[in-house]
């Protein structure tokens, strides 16, 4: 499962091991052997990360570009 959250400001991504400061968001995914996987252990992955790893994605909403980390 994939939650968004908001950082409050001690929270380090699993991949690049850098702090996402507040108030950045980031994702919380279950994941086992790499893939998202709900019987596995929580990782938490800032933008960037999420961006690379195909967790997130831009979409257009009323004109505004805009971060989503989830499937439409
Ligand atoms: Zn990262």
Redesign the pocket.
């Known amino acids: 499962m994939r939650r968004g959250c908001i950082s409050l400001g001690e929270v380090q991504?699993d991949?690049?091991k850098?702090i996402i400061p507040y108030p950045d968001r980031y994702l919380a995914v279950d994941e086992k052997d790499g893939k998202e996987d709900d019987e596995g252990e929580t990782y938490r992955?800032?933008v960037?990360?999420c961006l690379k790893k195909g967790y997130a994605h831009h979409k257009v909403e009323k004109g505004e570009q805009i971060l989503t980390f989830f499937e439409e």
Request: glycine residues 0%; contains cysteine.
């Open positions: 991504c991949a690049c850098s992955y800032c960037p990360c």
